[in-house]
Nanobody, 115 residues
Framework: QVQLVESGGGLVQPGGSLRLSCAAS????????MAWYRQAPGKQRELVAVIFSGGSTDYADSVKGRFTISRDNAKNTVNLQMNSLNPEDTAVYYC?????????WGQGTQVTVSS
């Protein structure tokens, strides 16, 4: 069974940067897509960024130009580089993997943007 573990969350000031990592027990190269979602208190979980098996990426409009999703097949990890953070980025960030009909989720890592 695929296991996903997020890390890298924490407290950062507005305008700062943070890098999240997702370690997968499975082979991420075999996944159709790897993604980062986030969920703020009282809000619905939303897609932040996705990277497909072919390497193409897509981002939510709210983070485009500020966030970058990447994949490291050798380390079997997926990363999310977050720059120019603002308070609305505060949320629990979840790693997500999809392969055929299977969907996997990590436990999440808290990101708090505050001065």
């Amino acid at each position: 069974q695929v296991q996903l573990v997020e890390s890298g969350g924490g407290l950062v000031q507005p305008g700062g940067s943070l890098r999240l990592s997702c370690a997968a027990s499975g082979i991420i190269f075999s996944m159709n897509a790897m993604a980062w979602y986030r969920q703020a208190p009282g809000k619905q979980r939303e897609l932040v960024a996705v990277i497909f098996s072919g390497g193409s990426t897509d981002y939510a409009d709210s983070v485009k130009g500020r966030f970058t999703i990447s994949r490291d097949n050798a380390k079997n990890t997926v990363n999310l580089q977050m720059n120019s953070l603002n308070p609305e980025d505060t949320a629990v960030y979840y790693c997500n993997a999809q392969r055929r009909a299977s969907i996997y989720w990590g436990q999440g890592t808290q990101v708090t943007v505050s001065s």
